[in-house]
């Protein structure tokens, strides 16, 4: 049951990240003609490698050191870039809350069976 609290923490956390890198993202949209604007990301690989830890302090205490990435080497903003990176990001935010789903259900059915 611990494993269930742990792992829906972790999820619970990841969403948050997906979440801050939705709005970083957004935010280079509607920056594209922001003349010196450098585009900006998230870097997941920061957290990702540290998963078995406490979730990087819990993600830094939310999102506390930011895990916000400036990107110099770009140039221009690329919006169709940007809107391609904001799918594949919806698409890991719709898989997080299906794990989250997941564990929830399995916790409801070790309630259940405890009865």
């Given at each position: 049951?611990?494993?269930?609290?742990?792992?829906?923490?972790?999820?619970?956390?990841?969403?948050?990240?997906?979440?801050?890198?939705?709005?970083?993202?957004?935010?280079?949209?509607?920056?594209v003609d922001?003349?010196?604007?450098?585009?900006?990301?998230?870097?997941?690989?920061?957290?990702?490698?540290?998963?078995?830890?406490?979730?990087?302090?819990?993600?830094?205490?939310?999102?506390?050191?930011?895990?916000?990435?400036?990107?110099?080497?770009?140039?221009?903003?690329?919006?169709?870039?940007?809107?391609?990176?904001?799918?594949?990001?919806?698409?890991?935010y719709s898989?997080?809350?299906?794990?989250m789903s997941?564990?929830?259900?399995?916790?409801?059915?070790?309630?259940?069976?405890?009865?």
């Open positions: 049951m611990f494993t269930s609290f742990d792992s829906m923490n972790k999820v619970s956390l990841m969403m948050d990240l997906i979440s801050e890198r939705q709005r970083v993202l957004g935010a280079n949209i509607a920056n922001t003349p010196g604007y450098v585009r900006q990301d998230i870097d997941f690989g920061q957290y990702l490698s540290s998963m078995n830890s406490p979730l990087e302090t819990r993600l830094s205490e939310k999102l506390g050191p930011s895990a916000i990435i400036s990107d110099q080497s770009e140039g221009p903003i690329n919006s169709a870039d940007e809107l391609l990176k904001l799918q594949e990001n919806s698409i890991l898989m997080a809350t299906r794990r997941n564990i929830i259900t399995q916790m409801k059915t070790v309630i259940n069976v405890g009865k």
